[in-house]
T-cell receptor, first 117, second 112 residues
Framework: GAVVSQHPSWVICKSGTSVKIECRSL??????MFWYRQFPKQSLMLMAT?????????EQGVEKDKFLINHASLTLSTLTVTSAHPEDSSFYIC?????????????FGPGTRLTVL | DQQVKQNSPSLSVQEGRISILNCDYT??????FLWYKKYPAEGPTFLIS?????DKNEDGRFTVFLNKSAKHLSLHIVPSQPGDSAVYFC???????????FGTGTQLKVEL
């Protein structure tokens, strides 16, 4: 149980285009979903936290107009990188949590490798 | 400002021996700690966690030790197996929230 999927697993796009990444919890309802990015040999950095039906909470330094997050249902959250540029190339990982208890485990998706040319 | 630090980027251990991965933190508000394992091109997988009210938690071959006064925790894997070869991330939460702060990871290689 507790499977989280991401689609696509990798994407290459031209500079200036927008890319949408989907995150789905397959066998549980995710009250909260999280979006992280990871640069090579670096830590996972939390970008934003989203709760179903409400606006996402962005971490300091993350542009909310550039990284649009939608959490329309308890099993789906999307991250749209708008007007992508080469510096947005990274590994984007989502996670989902079934509840709000701090001991609730976050289950991670397999990640999406974004390359912007 | 790296609040969770894993100072060893890599560790090599022989099969059957003990692997000890270390993690230090600076934020005294952290009260829940987790270890995740990550294979290349995959998301992290939860391994084991510990609350700040405990100093040890054990699950099979994995044991996590917490030293609050030193703001230090460690993950012990014994006996180490080749399938344990992966990147291990230490993570921490604070004040009842569910935001995770990750360390930079330690690449563990278990050799035959």
């Amino acid at each position: 149980g507790a499977v989280v999927s991401q689609h696509p697993s990798w994407v290459i796009c031209k500079s200036g285009t927008s890319v949408k990444i989907e995150c789905r919890s397959l066998d549980f309802q995710a009250t909260t979903m999280f979006w992280y990015r990871q640069f090579p040999k670096q830590s996972l950095m939390l970008m934003a936290t989203s709760n179903e039906g409400s606006k996402a909470t962005y971490e300091q330094g993350v542009e909310k107009d550039k990284f649009l997050i939608n959490h329309a249902s308890l099993t789906l959250s999307t991250l749209t990188v708008t007007s992508a540029h080469p510096e947005d190339s990274s590994f984007y990982i989502c996670s989902a949590s079934p509840g709000l208890d701090p001991t609730d485990t976050q289950y991670f998706g397999p990640g999406t490798r974004l390359t912007v040319l | 400002d790296q609040q969770v630090k894993q100072n060893s980027p890599s560790l090599s251990v022989q099969e059957g021996r003990i692997s000890i991965l270390n993690c230090d933190y600076t934020n005294s508000m952290f009260d829940y700690f987790l270890w995740y394992k990550k294979y290349p091109a995959e998301g992290p997988t939860f391994l084991i966690s510990i609350s700040s009210i405990k100093d040890k938690n054990e699950d099979g071959r994995f044991t996590v030790f917490l030293n609050k006064s030193a703001k230090h925790l460690s993950l012990h894997i014994v006996p180490s197996q080749p399938g344990d070869s992966a990147v291990y991330f230490c993570a921490a939460k604070a004040g009842g929230g569910n935001k995770l702060t990750f360390g930079t990871g330690t690449q563990l290689k278990v050799e035959l």
